[in-house]
């Protein structure tokens, strides 16, 4: 959830979070999202903002609502759930994966995304939402967990170096530096993991196929931006041909961007299968500067 944190929940959300601080080197502050909200005493009925105070095109939606499970449908416990966008709601959920946000706004829902954090063992993912949801919004996100790993980032601002794990390998240029997202700021070794995990297209998530991927990918730490492109290796498990033109794209975990690229997959590099058919390697000055989910298609698809 690149940006900021959600600190508190509230019921009827909290103020607009700014992006997070870059004044320590280009780590996070992690006391970005005021946390000072009360309940204000007397009782406001949802979605009662008067016409002028609410957002061109905005849609009361009541409450959000749904599961997050992994991809054997068992449910995920004590995870953060957010709903984003210029304003935050969130909670965790229940020990069946289950969670209910209470809204009561007029949002305009094409700018606002679910986020599912599954730090540290499970994936991170967005839903993106449409113009016009229902009031009541429901939402089944599954998560696929991501496989142990004892690969880390290498230190800000090392010599070049490739990392491998699973089916990916990172070229990282020298002098790379990482701007970790703030969940992962702070948390040692396990905050700079390199885990891949290959998600099967039936087991992926929507922008998958609504992108017509040919193979995909979660990887952590989610959000890891770098300094410089990495160069990426990939193991041809779509079998595509030999030599083919391929493109890599990279899911988007920006609410600040214009308009919001949240839960949305874009081409970040051009790539090629290689001659033995073996591999799909990044093209000469190509490369991916952000860590979430990266997705493979044959070009012109």
Not at 79 to 98: E, Q
Not at 115 to 132: C, L
Not at 216 to 228: E, V
Not at 238 to 245: D, F, K, P, Y
Request: aromatic share 6%; hydrophobic share 40%; with cysteine.
């Amino acid at each position: 959830m690149r940006g900021f944190a959600l600190v508190t929940f509230a019921l009827l959300g909290c103020s607009s979070p700014p992006p997070a601080s870059t004044d320590d080197g280009g780590k996070k502050d992690a006391s970005i999202v005021d946390s000072s909200y009360t309940a204000p005493d007397t009782y406001k009925a949802p979605c009662s903002q008067p016409p002028d105070q609410r957002p061109d095109g905005g849609t009361c939606i009541l409450q959000v609502s749904g599961s997050v499970n992994d991809l054997a449908d068992a449910g995920l416990s004590d995870l953060v759930v957010t709903v984003c966008g210029a304003i935050c709601y969130g909670t965790r959920t229940d020990n069946g994966g289950g969670f209910v946000i209470p809204i009561g706004q007029f949002l305009p829902t094409e700018n606002y995304a679910m986020h599912a954090d599954g730090r540290p063992d499970h994936a991170v993912d967005y839903f993106r939402f449409t113009h016009a949801e229902p009031e009541n919004v429901s939402i089944a996100m599954r998560l696929p967990a991501l496989p142990p790993s004892s690969v880390l980032l290498p230190p800000d601002g090392a010599s070049g170096s490739s990392i491998t794990q699973g089916d990916l390998t990172l070229v990282i240029p020298s002098g790379t530096t990482f701007n970790l997202d703030i969940e992962d700021f702070g948390t040692g070794d396990v905050g700079r993991t390199f885990r891949v995990a290959s998600v099967a297209l039936a087991d992926a998530p929507a922008y998958a196929t609504a992108a017509n991927v040919d193979a995909i990918y979660a990887i952590a730490p989610s959000s890891a931006k770098s300094s410089n492109k990495m160069g990426v290796t990939l193991v041809n498990s779509a079998s595509l041909a030999a030599n083919a033109a391929v493109e890599l794209l990279v899911l988007g975990d920006d609410y600040f961007s214009t308009p919001p690229n949240v839960g949305i997959l874009s081409v970040v590099a051009a790539a090629h299968v290689s001659a033995d058919g073996l591999t799909i390697q990044t093209d000469v000055g190509e490369g991916v500067s952000e860590l979430t989910w990266l997705a493979v298609r044959l070009k012109g698809k």
